[in-house]
């Protein structure tokens, strides 16, 4: 079973649209990332939530919108999306919010035309 | 300002041998450091933690090194395989007992290990 789980893989979309990524975790974990990978490799945190708790928000533009309708779920809501979006969107969990071992899903490759 | 640097270019050795990659940091005070491995289309997959006050730590074919004085990490992986192959990510956490974890990663080694 698929520990961190993420839909879709890929997403190709033209600019100025909305469109989402979700995620689920299935590890009992209370605490959820949002990582992003740009064509780098740069690995960037964006969010934390703790138990549908905003934890922490890395001066990320407000076209991005986390939701976490439970625990076991964090999905990332982008408006108006831009060129600079394109990247590989990362989910992870950790048992809690302290210094534990991150489960990461294996990303959401987002292509803006 | 903050920085976490690895080596960019990839490291490349024969199977059967020992691989070093090194995470050098500045300006940063790190109480965890984690080591990731990724492959290509995946997702990191978490490998070994050691914290500020531990200099070396083993899991199996593996071993890090912290040293706040130099401020750095170093990942040994032994007997190198093949299917040891990937990308290495350090990632440093300044977080404290009790207060959110924020893990600030490197760019990674790609390391590849060849018969």
């Known amino acids: 079973d698929t520990a961190v789980s993420q839909t879709p893989k890929y997403l190709v979309t033209q600019m100025g649209n909305d469109k989402s990524i979700k995620c689920e975790q299935n590890l009992g974990h209370d605490t959820m990332y949002w990582y992003k990978q740009d064509s780098k490799k740069f690995l960037k945190i964006m969010f934390s939530?703790?138990?549908?708790?905003?934890?922490i928000n890395e001066t990320v533009p407000n076209r991005f919108s986390p939701k976490s309708p439970d625990k076991a779920h964090l999905n990332l809501h982008i408006n108006s999306l831009e060129l600079g979006d394109s990247a590989v969107y990362f989910c992870?969990?950790?048992?809690?919010?302290?210094?534990?071992?991150?489960?990461f899903g294996d990303g959401t490759r987002l292509s803006i035309l | 300002s903050q920085k976490i640097e690895q080596n960019s270019e990839a490291l490349n050795i024969q199977e059967g041998k020992t691989a070093t990659l090194t995470c050098n940091y500045t300006n940063y005070s790190p109480a965890y450091l984690q080591w990731y491995r990724q492959d290509p289309g995946r997702g990191p997959v978490f490998l070994l933690l050691?914290?500020?006050?531990?200099k070396e730590k083993r899991k199996e074919r593996l071993k890090v090194t912290f040293d706040t004085t130099l401020k750095q990490s170093l990942f040994h992986i032994t007997a190198s395989q093949p299917a040891d192959s990937a990308t290495y990510l350090c990632?440093?956490?300044?977080?404290?007992?009790?207060?959110?974890?924020?893990?600030?990663f490197g760019t990674g080694t790609r390391l590849q290990v060849t018969l």
């Open positions: 939530y703790n138990n549908k708790e905003l934890i």
């Open positions: 050691i914290r500020e006050n531990e």
């Open positions: 990632a440093l956490d300044k977080s404290n007992t009790g207060t959110a974890s924020k893990l600030t």
């Open positions: 992870a969990s950790s048992q809690d919010l302290t210094s534990e071992p991150q489960h």
